[in-house]
Nanobody, 123 residues
Framework: QLQASGGGLVQAGGSLRLSCAASGRSFSNYAVGWFRQAPGKEREFVAAIRWSGGNIAYADSVKGRFTISRDYAKNAVYLQMDSLKPEDTAIYYC??????????????????WGQGTLVTVSS
């Protein structure tokens, strides 16, 4: 089971850090991704990290502003979001699975999903 947390209300230009923790499961051999869904839009890829090896990928829209990282001791993945914009407003979901790296931006291959955490960026 995945638990996403850390969402909230922030002004444009501000920062938030999202956390994704796994209970009863290790992220070993998994890729962990963040996706988001804005009101009226489809869910889209944000960032992903391979737990073993540390490969990282970002959506172009967040590159340079968001940073994904992992914490072995806490079995958690974080998404540091800086320079937030109103268009970053969305429900953010974390997901995990044994995903082929070439499909990391695709939702289908992920096996486990968190419940989502709401990020609201005011202008």
């Amino acid at each position: 089971q995945l638990q996403a947390s850390g969402g909230g209300l922030v002004q444009a230009g501000g920062s938030l850090r999202l956390s994704c923790a796994a209970s009863g499961r290790s992220f070993s051999n998994y890729a962990v991704g963040w996706f988001r869904q804005a009101p009226g839009k489809e869910r889209e890829f944000v960032a992903a990290i391979r737990w073993s090896g540390g490969n990282i990928a970002y959506a172009d829209s967040v590159k340079g502003r968001f940073t994904i990282s992992r914490d072995y001791a806490k079995n958690a993945v974080y998404l540091q979001m800086d320079s937030l914009k109103p268009e970053d407003t969305a429900i953010y979901y974390c997901a995990a699975g044994r995903v082929i790296w070439g499909l990391i931006r695709t939702q289908g291959p992920y096996d486990y999903w968190g419940q989502g955490t709401l990020v609201t960026v005011s202008s």
